[in-house]
């Protein structure tokens, strides 16, 4: 700028201010009081400004930001740790927030936008959520090795009824889609005990005090040591889809957009209908 037009906007400001900025001596310029606390305001401001914009851009460079994820019960314990380690291992500064809730806790969190994506298993109860079938899962039942079912080769709808289950709270994905099944099969649950965690379901089951459902995945390990026995349920055949969710609205950052397509292509390869 030439000096007659910072002259002029220096006149300028000083009007609008209604405070003299600098004190006039001879040719020589000198910041009044005001002045120099405008200057150091005026500095501190631009150093703001300038902080906000690096953390603005930071988002456009991978491996500097936050991601936020949640998860029903069934992915978050068993499908999301894994993806998660190797993501952390890739991208050590990202930091990662997660939680593991029942399905409808996980939705109502998106809309609030207290996470940028989450992963369910089941149909969604809200419609106005993107929502993308990344797998499959398998509902099985199971119980423990000391169990009167342990030995049975075919368990009937009835016989299931007569029977305690330690069950999953309301809310439940898996509990809602195998309530939904015994019904349109003629069945109900009596007797239940409920928990709001798989392992301590497993942990019931394998003492003997009843029977349960449960996602395929999260019974593997207990199958292959034999402290846990599939039940073959007539007509049992329940397969529901695992999505990875988010809000339409959203504007991912690089990070999360990273692990959103990491989620995508590990999940497309587990077999959710395979047996363990």
Same mark, same amino acid.
């Given at each position: 700028?030439?000096?007659?037009?910072?002259?002029?906007?220096?006149?300028?400001?000083?009007?609008?201010?209604?405070?003299?900025?600098?004190?006039?001596?001879?040719? @020589? =310029?000198?910041?009044? #009081?005001?002045?120099? $606390?405008?200057?150091?305001?005026? /500095?501190?401001?631009? *150093?703001? !400004?300038? +902080?906000?914009?690096?953390?603005?851009?930071?988002?456009?460079?991978?491996?500097?930001?936050?991601?936020?994820?949640?998860?029903?019960?069934?992915?978050?314990?068993?499908?999301?740790?894994?993806?998660?380690?190797?993501?952390?291992?890739?991208?050590?500064?990202?930091?990662?927030?997660?939680?593991?809730?029942? @399905? =409808?806790?996980?939705? #109502?969190?998106?809309? $609030?936008?207290?996470?940028?994506? /989450?992963?369910?298993? *089941?149909? !969604?109860? +809200?419609?106005?959520?993107?929502?993308?079938?990344?797998?499959?899962?398998?509902?099985?039942?199971?119980?423990?090795?000391?169990?009167?079912?342990?030995?049975?080769?075919?368990?009937?709808?009835?016989?299931?009824?007569?029977?305690?289950?330690?069950?999953?709270?309301?809310?439940?994905?898996?509990?809602?889609?195998?309530?939904?099944?015994?019904?349109?099969?003629?069945?109900?649950?009596?007797?239940?005990?409920?928990?709001?965690?798989?392992?301590?379901?497993?942990?019931?089951?394998?003492?003997?005090?009843?029977?349960?459902?449960?996602?395929?995945?999260?019974?593997?390990?207990?199958?292959?040591?034999?402290?846990?026995?599939?039940?073959?349920?007539?007509?049992?055949?329940?397969?529901?889809?695992?999505?990875?969710?988010?809000?339409?609205?959203?504007?991912?950052?690089?990070?999360?957009?990273?692990?959103?397509?990491?989620?995508?292509?590990?999940?497309?390869?587990?077999?959710?209908?395979?047996?363990?």
């Amino acid at each position: 700028m030439s000096q007659p037009a910072v002259s002029r906007q220096i006149r300028d400001l000083e009007k609008d201010l209604g405070v003299a900025l600098f004190d006039r001596i001879g040719k @020589s =310029l000198h910041l009044t #009081e005001a002045g120099r $606390r405008l200057d150091a305001e005026g /500095g501190a401001l631009l *150093g703001q !400004l300038e +902080r906000v914009v690096e953390v603005i851009r930071a988002y456009q460079v991978a491996g500097r930001g936050r991601v936020r994820i949640g998860a029903s019960t069934t992915p978050g314990y068993y499908l999301l740790p894994a993806i998660l380690g190797h993501f952390h291992r890739d991208f050590p500064n990202v930091e990662i927030q997660y939680v593991v809730k029942n @399905s =409808l806790s996980i939705e #109502e969190s998106i809309v $609030r936008n207290e996470l940028d994506l /989450g992963v369910v298993g *089941g149909h !969604l109860a +809200r419609e106005d959520l993107l929502m993308e079938h990344v797998a499959d899962d398998e509902i099985v039942c199971f119980c423990g090795r000391n169990h009167g079912l342990d030995k049975a080769r075919r368990v009937s709808v009835p016989s299931l009824c007569r029977e305690t289950w330690v069950i999953r709270e309301k809310g439940s994905a898996t509990r809602e889609l195998f309530e939904r099944w015994l019904a349109a099969a003629g069945g109900k649950l009596d007797r239940t005990i409920e928990l709001n965690s798989p392992e301590g379901i497993k942990a019931m089951v394998e003492t003997g005090i009843g029977i349960s459902f449960l996602s395929i995945h999260a019974i593997r390990k207990e199958c292959r040591r034999k402290q846990v026995r599939l039940l073959p349920v007539t007509g049992l055949r329940l397969t529901r889809p695992i999505y990875l969710v988010m809000h339409p609205d959203k504007h991912l950052p690089p990070d999360v957009e990273i692990i959103r397509n990491s989620i995508r292509r590990t999940l497309r390869d587990v077999n959710g209908s395979g047996r363990a």
